[in-house]
């Protein structure tokens, strides 16, 4: 088997378990649901347990039943479980939720043209898009009737997943570079009552001992909750139905921040969907953006290369992707690829400059890896790679809370607009 160069790496946390789709008395999966190697192909049982493919080490999709279908215009507000009929677990199932989902899609006239909409994650019960996955990521582990959740994390899904697991009665084990998460977030994460490991080195080392140390071992006490987890994607793939249900179709261009890469491929994964069960007429394209300093899927991207261009040592004022080795690098290359469209690169002074525009232009507040959106689109306009009469859409993953001390940055020393 061939397999992609750069996944490699992740065959030694492969692992075999099978627990079928009956837990006790609980129907976890719909008919039809499947798991699918993004690399080879290959086919396995819904299996929730299960985070790579058996056959080359890969990490797999969620593959939803042939007959999927939904009715656009249903009554009551905007959220991940109004979508229920578009995601994989079964219909006996009861959620852990906080009312994720229905975030604003706001217009931003003033920065970007009235054809440009911000959707702001950072309006989730915990202030980010994480809160689309871990709705259904601690569901499932709620069903599995275990001890709690574990997670690596540059702060969001720290804060993310602790709350979900206070709202299911879980524990959460969370691991966290030293001195590399934002305040906000790393206290969230306290108030929710999760136990916090700091490990020396960036995301990516925490992100490896999780997988060391739990995945690999087998761990059956601590359901994972990272983007390695297939099933937690699926929460994240309703963004791309909000905005569809709110504009009356798919935008020409969506604009996402890339840190470990799992939201724009769940993202793409959502609007593909869509596409293939006649719910919409187009797809968009996806537009990856990372900072200079930490971008190992741009240089991917625009170097050709076959194997993912590791950044040993990531550096950027925006925390949320500051990953140097995204375990999602293969989905988000594919997204981008299918959808015929690019991965963008934007500085730290930027980010900030993009941050201070959407604030005091637009009375949006979100965090330093949310406002890369803009700065990627800005660039994407310059570069051609857009056009400014296109409807596009940035995914702002996170509220300006999350990171106060980069807000200080910019009251400190404001850039000139």
């Not at 798991?35 to 299996?47: I, Y």
């Not at 994460?189 to 999760?194: K, P, Q, R, V, Y």
Request: aromatic share 8%; with cysteine; charged share 20%.
């Amino acid at each position: 088997m061939n397999v992609p160069a750069g996944i490699q790496p992740f065959l030694r946390f492969r692992y075999l378990g099978y627990c079928g789709v009956w837990f006790g008395n609980i129907r976890l999966f719909k008919d039809g649901v499947r798991l699918r190697c993004v690399a080879c192909g290959s086919l396995h049982p819904p299996d929730p347990w299960l985070f790579t493919c058996r056959v080359c080490g890969a990490l797999l999709d969620v593959v939803m039943p042939a007959n999927t279908s939904f009715k656009w215009g249903r009554a009551g507000r905007l959220s991940v479980w109004r979508y229920r009929d578009l995601l994989p677990l079964a219909d006996g199932v009861e959620p852990v939720s906080l009312g994720e989902g229905g975030t604003p899609l706001v217009r931003i006239p003033r920065v970007a043209g009235v054809n440009v909409f911000v959707k702001l994650e950072g309006s989730n019960p915990t202030g980010s898009f994480k809160d689309r996955g871990m709705t259904l990521g601690v569901t499932i582990a709620r069903s599995l009737k275990i001890e709690g959740v574990i997670v690596a994390s540059t702060g969001n899904t720290a804060a993310s997943a602790s709350a979900y697991a206070a709202r299911a009665g879980l524990r959460c084990l969370i691991f966290l570079p030293r001195g590399g998460v934002a305040k906000g977030k790393l206290l969230q994460a306290l108030l929710h009552g999760a136990e916090v490991v700091e490990v020396d080195g960036f995301f990516d080392d925490a992100l490896e001992f999780v997988l060391e140390e739990y995945v690999l071992r087998g761990s059956r006490n601590l359901y994972p909750l990272n983007s390695i987890n297939p099933w937690r994607l699926e929460g994240q793939k309703t963004v791309a139905f909000e905005i569809v249900e709110e504009l009356g179709g798919a935008p020409d261009a969506v604009v996402v921040p890339v840190g470990n890469a799992g939201n724009i491929s769940a993202i793409w994964k959502g609007f593909k969907e869509l596409w293939e069960a006649d719910l919409i007429d187009r797809r968009p394209r996806m537009i990856g953006v990372q900072a200079a300093g930490a971008a190992p899927l741009a240089i991917t991207w625009s170097t050709r290369s076959r194997g993912l261009r590791i950044e040993e040592n990531p550096t950027t004022i925006a925390s949320a992707i500051r990953i140097g080795k995204p375990v999602n690098w293969v989905k988000a290359i594919k997204a981008v690829e299918e959808s015929r469209g690019a991965f963008i690169t934007v500085t730290d002074e930027e980010i900030l400059k993009a941050m201070m525009m959407l604030a005091k232009l637009e009375g949006v507040g979100v965090e330093p890896s949310s406002a890369a959106s803009l700065a990627g689109y800005l660039k994407a306009v310059e570069e051609g790679l857009v056009d400014r009469d296109e409807r596009v859409v940035l995914v702002a993953t996170g509220h300006a809370l999350k990171d106060p001390d980069a807000i200080k940055i910019l009251v400190d020393s404001p850039p000139r607009l």
